[in-house]
């Protein structure tokens, strides 16, 4: 070591050198690093002392005190035919420095050696990098687990079950345990969910009393739970699941839905630990159970979802044939009265009824457009615009959807959304309102040149029930958003070029 700390040698020898004429002993003496140098005939001519109590550790039988003159193969046979002897005649057949790493089995260490050869004999410095190469291959270990964890929650192909099994078969690699369960508490019942295990003495669907399992403390404490070794626990020590199933060490987190404990996400073995859990080992247990928590919370809002759904197709349906079928037979009757007579009364309940059937209509369309778009497919803006504004009352409004792109849509439904903007242009814009339907990057816009909408209403537009009319329904809006969204886009309502209303649609995607 030099003066700065260096743990490399002052001076390389270089080939007709002698160690000794070239590195001071006493300095040598004071490193860390051990150190050996043997000449032409591999005989010792100098070690340190921390290179002489490697060496005498590494070293069969009875050897010289002072090891000078000893022979390096003759003191540590065991050395003869490794990487270390193939190396060292390597570096002196070549007259070429060497360095590597090396595991040496009978000291169940490993080397980092650097060898520097000349013409009298070679000089070798070695430390003990066993802790280091430790701390990688942990850090190669926690990779690896990590890797296995992304790839088993990423697979969309595999059920729920299948990846919380999966996510159990490493965890079980990682803490080198043969038993790891999701369970799910259903009061004072442990039901087993998912179960990874070398037997069948416990399967999905096994049912035990909480009060016989480690599990218990998880779910009162709400904390993740490591236990090396059972029987040092003096309350859980006597419980079933130790005393009689044999479990010797266990390792358990939480799982949480919506707040509260669902069940636990655990590891267990027959054996006790040798090496205790890792600090490293439970964050990954405990991070696990996160996703699980995450994922089973997931399931809960989709199931609600689903039942949200059917009771709005039930809803859909009742809509359309019981209100639809009175108002429609109320229209007719109210049609043929005015035939007979001429009253203004008969006029307000023709208005009420078509407002009611458009009520009708929006609701309908709002039951059937909140679901995601599955196969979009390239369309033609400018056709479907020009449909759209057709089945429109569009009076002696005009339409320019001459520069109008091609988009990725579900035709059926863009047509919803283009003809709910034109019925709003032409509400509130006038009889001779012009729109126009353009390409902006990313998307594209319908503008006109009505009066637009203020600043202050611009967000409340889209809401439910928002209209500035007494007569709109308050739904045109908030259909054209909900289709917007279910096909990835951003929809926003500024002004136009000539202060009229505008609608810009980004696709998000």
């Known amino acids: 070591m030099n003066e700065d700390g260096d ?16 590195l001071d002993p006493a300095l040598l003496d004071r490193m860390t690093d051990a150190f050996f140098a043997v000449d032409e005939e591999w005989r010792f001519t100098y070690l340190n002392e921390s290179g002489r109590e490697v060496i005498r550790e590494a070293a069969e039988g009875s050897i010289a005190d002072d090891l000078i003159g000893v022979n390096i193969w003759e003191a540590i046979p065991d050395i003869v035919g490794t990487v270390f002897h193939e190396r060292y005649r390597e570096a002196m057949r070549t007259q070429e420095p060497v360095e590597f790493d090396e595991y040496y089995g009978p000291l169940d260490t490993w080397f980092e050696v650097r060898a520097y050869p000349s013409e009298s004999g070679l000089s070798v410095f070695f430390r003990d990098v066993t802790a280091e190469r430790q701390h990688l291959n942990e850090l190669e270990e926690r990779e690896e687990t990590l890797r296995a964890i992304t790839e088993a929650i990423a697979d969309s192909d595999r059920s729920f079950e299948e990846r919380v099994s999966r996510l159990l078969e490493v965890g079980s690699e990682m803490l080198d345990t043969k038993y790891g369960t999701l369970s799910r508490i259903r009061d004072d019942r442990y039901v087993f969910e998912v179960v990874y295990a070398p037997d069948d003495s416990v399967a999905a669907g096994d049912e035990v009393d909480l009060s016989t399992t ?3 403390r998880v779910v009162v404490t709400e904390e993740s739970l490591v236990l090396n070794d059972t029987s040092e626990d003096d309350e859980l020590a006597d419980r079933a699941g130790n ?9 358990g987190a939480p799982v949480r839905v919506n707040g509260s404990v669902y069940g636990t996400f655990c590891f267990y073995d027959l054996e006790p630990r040798t090496e205790p859990f890792a600090e490293w080992q439970v964050t990954i247990v405990e991070l696990m159970a996160e996703w699980v928590s995450s994922a089973l919370e997931r399931q809960v809002v989709e199931e609600d979802l689903r039942r949200q759904n059917d009771r709005l197709e039930e809803f859909a349906a009742i809509v359309s044939h019981d209100l ?17 007579c001429d009253n203004e009364h008969l006029e307000k309940a023709r208005r009420a009824h078509d407002r009611m059937d458009r009520i009708v209509t929006d609701v309908l369309t709002m039951a059937q457009t909140g679901t995601a778009v599955e196969d979009p497919e390239p369309v033609d803006l400018t ?5 759209a504004w057709s089945s429109v009352d569009t009076a002696e409004a005009t339409l320019d959807a001459s520069e ?4 990725t849509a579900d035709m059926g439904r863009l047509l919803q959304l283009l003809e709910n903007l034109f019925r709003n242009a032409v509400e509130h ?3 001779d309102v012009h729109v126009v339907v353009e390409s902006i990057p990313g998307g594209f816009a319908v503008a006109d040149d009505g009066p637009g909408v203020p600043p202050e209403d611009r967000e409340d537009a889209f809401e439910h029930g928002f209209s500035s009319r007494d007569d709109g329904t308050g739904f045109g809006l908030s259909i054209v958003r909900t289709i917007a969204e279910a096909h990835g886009w951003t929809v926003s309502l500024t002004e136009s070029a000539s202060g009229g209303a505008r609608f810009e649609f980004i696709d998000a995607n």
């Open 383 to 387: 056709e479907v615009a020009t449909e």
């Open 429 to 431: 814009g006038g009889a």
């Open 243 to 251: 005393a009689d199933w044999g479990i010797s060490c266990y390792l």
């Open 324 to 340: 639809r079928n009175p108002l429609a037979i109320a229209k007719g009757q109210a049609e043929l009265a005015a035939e007979e």
């Open 7 to 22: 743990q490399s040698p002052r001076k390389t020898p270089s080939p007709g050198s002698d160690v000794d004429a070239v």
């Open 404 to 407: 109008a792109p091609t988009v």
């Open 214 to 216: 480690n599990c218990e």
